[in-house]
């Protein structure tokens, strides 16, 4: 089998001197064990898409079909990169310290964007918070298609009351890019409201993630 030895100097740069220092190619070569697959598949965007910059913003926003077709990958190869990008994602949810504070909108959406805004399909999440607004937990409530996701407001007023929380913040990706609530949107954040008020929490924030943008249902008036 032919080596690839730039593939062994970027394994040899990241011992030295750590990952980081490795470019975004050369950590793809590393895993697909393939020079030629990693640059086709970070420049699909030179070629068939438009308005795209990043080719691993395109990559992180594909499924396993569209990876395993564009890249030309085989199952393996395409396990591989999957499995690479979802570790990265539950790292990032991971390492949120316990002693953050959500002081505003900003703050929740700083934490989300870079954790949803590259996903292919909806999300929801809930983030619990005591007193200080200090974050409890953050938790995946509902996994959806390209354009919704079901979400049944006791589920959410279950996470607060299973963490003692005093209020909470809700979350969800619109995978389109653009965060702009929908009426269905405003309809589940009332009703998530109410349910909240019932039992004591406060609902403080809807956050709809796009890309590289947000929408806070807080700052606009709409709770």
């Known amino acids: 089998m032919k080596r690839d030895f730039r593939i062994c100097e970027s394994m040899e740069t990241m011992e030295t001197m750590g990952a980081s220092a490795v470019t975004t190619e050369d950590l793809l070569a590393i895993?697909?064990?393939?020079?030629?697959?990693?640059?086709?598949?970070?420049?699909?965007?030179?070629?068939l898409f438009t308005g795209v910059k990043d080719g691993l913003s395109f990559l992180c926003g594909e499924n396993y079909?569209?990876?395993?077709?564009?890249?030309?990958?085989?199952?393996?190869?395409?396990?591989?990169?999957?499995?690479?990008?979802?570790?990265?994602?539950r790292i990032a949810f991971a390492t949120m310290p316990e002693a953050a504070k959500i002081t505003c909108?900003?703050?929740?959406?700083?934490?989300?964007?870079?954790?949803?805004?590259?996903k292919s399909n909806?999300?929801?999440?809930?983030?619990?918070?005591?007193?200080k607004n200090n974050v409890i937990r953050v938790r995946q409530l509902a996994l959806g298609s390209t354009s919704s996701a079901v979400v049944n407001p006791k589920d959410v007023v279950t996470q607060g009351l299973l963490t003692?929380?005093?209020?909470?913040?809700?979350?969800?990706?619109?995978?389109?890019?653009?965060?702009y609530r929908s009426r269905e949107d405003l309809e589940l954040s009332i009703a998530i409201k109410k349910a909240c008020d019932a039992v004591g929490?406060?609902?403080?924030?809807?956050?709809?993630?796009g890309l590289n943008t947000y929408y806070s249902m807080k700052e606009h008036g709409d709770l």
């Open 122 to 131: 909806e999300e929801f999440y809930v983030m619990t918070l005591g007193t």
């Open 31 to 47: 895993i697909l064990g393939n020079r030629e697959k990693a640059h086709k598949l970070l420049h699909q965007d030179e070629t």
């Open 65 to 89: 079909d569209s990876i395993k077709y564009m890249g030309k990958l085989t199952r393996g190869e395409t396990a591989k990169i999957l499995a690479s990008l979802e570790l990265g994602r």
């Open 164 to 179: 003692h929380s005093s209020s909470l913040i809700i979350s969800h990706l619109h995978p389109s890019g653009n965060p």
């Open 201 to 209: 929490l406060v609902l403080l924030d809807h956050i709809i993630v």
């Open 105 to 118: 909108p900003s703050d929740a959406a700083k934490f989300f964007m870079p954790r949803l805004r590259h």
